[in-house]
């Protein structure tokens, strides 16, 4: 013969059940008229970055049929790097300030800038017009580099 549950089991059984019931309750209902669109053919995908914004048609567009041929600095035409590093690295060791990133980014030939320290999140774009300034955890710039 079974054993009868005391009044603290029931209760706790009781208390069991209903995130059961609730979660069975905002469970979605499966409907058979849909389907899922397959995505479109060359297009991006943002979750694994495949078909890059290069490959999409649009972007080939925009660049035209040329936009993948080399480009050599005889070339009417050719690409200037708007960042140079190297005109900055006798900046490194200063203390940084507003003034001094500023100095930089216009030396730098850059558009804009980023001071990072070794800390900070940053994000992973690559911008060929931005100066990043590298700073220890004091403050002192430690290094430049373009993206």
């Known amino acids: ?18 995130p059961v019931f609730a979660l069975a309750a905002c469970a979605p209902e499966h409907d058979d008229a849909f389907e899922e669109e397959p995505p479109a053919s060359g297009v991006a995908d943002a979750d694994t970055g495949a078909g890059s914004a290069i490959e999409t048609e649009s972007a080939q567009t925009e660049i035209g049929e040329s936009g993948n041929a080399p480009m050599t600095p ?5 690409a200037v790097t708007p960042c140079d590093t ?8 200063q203390a940084g300030s507003e ?9 730098a ?15 992973m774009d690559f911008r060929e017009d931005r100066l990043n300034i590298d700073l220890d955890a004091g403050g002192t710039i430690t290094g430049f580099r373009c993206g």
Do not use: C, H, W
Not at 99 to 107: C, D, G, I, L, S
């Open 99 to 107: 003034a001094v990133y500023a100095k930089a980014m216009q030396e």
């Open 109 to 123: 030939g850059a558009q804009s800038y980023r001071a990072l320290g070794p800390n900070d999140a940053a994000t």
């Open 1 to 18: 013969m079974p054993r009868p549950l005391s009044p603290l089991s029931r209760a706790l059984f009781a208390a069991a059940l209903v």
């Open 86 to 93: 190297e005109a900055v690295q006798g900046l490194i060791g």
């Open 74 to 78: 005889d070339a009417p035409g050719a």
